[in-house]
């Protein structure tokens, strides 16, 4: 997993390291041209100094033999130094072309590397969205199972509540009856009480009205027997 994360980060800087590497040589190549061109320069103009040397001399005095001497001696100094620049000209071609044919086998190591690492990061990428897919669907599982656990369990949690609320609105209705008899009761026992306590004033009543007939009649009784 973790190499798959860093290789699309490490990708970048393999390129840029190998485009370094390629201009660098090319900056080398570039000095080794100019340096050609500064000999070759150097070069040219002893040569047409030479060209007019190499004229044909023909001493007429001691002194123009001396001359010519010593213009054959510069001659031969200005071969040697030609041949000399000659052959490190040479060398440097050599080495250009050593550092050429390096340049050309590093660009093309540098492009299969290239090809290589892309072919290798397609078959990871190709690996991590497979992967990930697979995490994806067991994540996306996993989802599923624990909303089906908690849907159940809400479920359950509602049927039991449910219950409840019948369990008390039985006993709310268990209640109500309850209070309605003893309402009922409640109505009957006083109305007997009224009624007792009406039957009671009656036979109170009644009683007072017998005693005071009873007396009433008792005192005509002592009137009529007492002497006129």
Excluded at 36 to 58: E, H
Excluded at 81 to 101: C, H, P, T, V, Y
Excluded at 189 to 205: D, L, V
Aim: charge should be positive; hydrophobic fraction near 30%.
């Amino acid at each position: 997993m973790s190499k798959l994360r860093t290789c699309p980060h490490q990708h970048p800087q393999i390129r840029q390291k190998f485009e370094d590497k390629f201009r660098a040589l090319e900056n080398e190549l570039r000095q080794k041209n100019d340096t050609i061109d500064i000999l070759r320069n150097d070069i040219v103009s002893p040569n047409q100094k030479n060209d007019l040397s190499r004229a044909p001399c023909i001493p007429s005095t001691t002194q123009q033999m001396v001359v010519c001497n010593t213009s054959q001696r510069t001659n031969v100094n200005s071969n040697w130094n030609i041949l000399i620049k000659d052959r490190e000209i040479a060398k440097l071609k050599g080495l250009i072309f050593q550092k050429d044919s390096e340049l050309i086998e590093l660009i093309s190591s540098n492009k299969n590397a290239l090809l290589q690492m892309e072919d290798r990061m397609e078959r990871e990428r190709k690996l991590w969205n497979e992967h990930k897919e697979l995490l994806l669907a067991g994540e996306r599982a996993k989802f599923d199972e624990e909303k089906i656990r908690l849907y159940k369990n809400l479920q359950d949690q509602l049927k039991h509540e449910q219950e409840r609320c019948q369990r008390l609105e039985k006993k709310l209705y268990d209640a109500q009856m309850q209070s309605s008899e003893a309402q009922l009761i409640l109505k009957e026992n006083g109305r007997e009480r009224i009624n007792a306590i009406y039957n009671m004033k009656e036979q109170c009543r009644k009683e007072f009205h017998d005693e005071v007939s009873r007396l009433h009649n008792q005192f005509q009784m002592i009137s009529q027997d007492l002497p006129k």
